[in-house]
């Protein structure tokens, strides 16, 4: 049900966004559809160093609005659902030992939040054929959506490494939500292609720092051999994250 509200949601922004390109009665206007991979950057406090610190990346989507205010400036709004990592793992993690995935995951779902970017795109002008390079910096609204303030404890062994015949692992944690609406400051390259006058492909990568803390996740793990040494650790994500995407934009087209 959650999944298809925020699919009428984004239904009826772009909806609402066609309706506005045409009131203007200006090829100023165009919409895109974007989608990419998110990679969260979290902070980790993991004294023993066991804690797997790559998360899992997400997938963000949504549709955006650009308003091309000028020849070099426009302006653009979007509205995404992204995810926030809610879990972790832990390995073996002595000299000759590697874990046998890149990832901390007990396959947990992601924390469903709504993304809201602002941004400022300047064209450089540099380019070749039907290639084009901009830049473009902004705000990014985030509002968790998740409707509980905390979550379940995740326990279970460590994730296996090899060779084999480390000792085992023992992990639990647990964690929530601290702020359900905070912001991040976005900065990042565009490559664009343009098919035709009216649709055109575009490549963004981007750095988001986030500026207040939105969840925390604390636990710990301890070797099976020793139950007595237990070491905690802790991680908090503010929304600090590498992103690629893609978008596929459409100009709408002037009232004749």
């Known amino acids: 049900m959650k999944y298809l509200c925020q699919k009428n949601l984004a239904l009826i922004y772009m909806i609402l966004v066609l309706g506005i390109g045409n009131s203007f009665a200006q090829s100023k206007f165009s919409i895109g559809i974007d989608a990419g991979v998110r990679i ?130 023992e992990f639990m944690a647990t964690g929530g939500i601290i702020e359900r609406t905070s912001f991040g400051i976005e900065a990042g390259l565009e490559v664009m292609y343009q098919f035709s006058n009216s649709f055109s492909l575009a490549y963004r990568f981007s750095g988001i720092l986030g500026t207040r803390d939105k969840t925390y996740h604390e636990g710990s793990y301890f070797l099976v051999e020793n139950p007595q040494e237990v070491y905690a650790f802790d991680y908090v994500q503010n929304g600090t994250a590498l992103v690629h995407m893609l978008s596929i934009r459409y100009s709408l087209p002037k009232k004749k």
């Open 40 to 169: 969260e950057k979290a902070q980790f406090n993991d004294p023993q160093g066991y804690v797997i610190r790559n998360l899992l990346p997400n997938n963000p989507y949504g549709v955006s609005a650009t308003y091309q205010a000028k020849e070099k400036w426009a302006f653009e709004l979007g509205l995404y659902r992204i995810g926030f990592y809610r879990d972790a793992n832990v390995f073996y993690n002595e000299p000759g030992y590697q874990p046998t995935v890149k990832h901390g995951s007990f396959g947990a779902p992601f924390l469903s939040t709504l993304q809201v970017p602002a941004r400022v795109i300047y064209r450089t002008g540099l380019g070749f054929s039907k290639f084009s390079l901009n830049v473009f910096s902004g705000m990014n609204l985030y509002h968790q959506i998740h409707p509980f303030d905390s979550f379940g404890i995740t326990s279970g062994p460590g994730t296996p490494v090899t060779p084999f015949g480390a000792p085992e692992l």
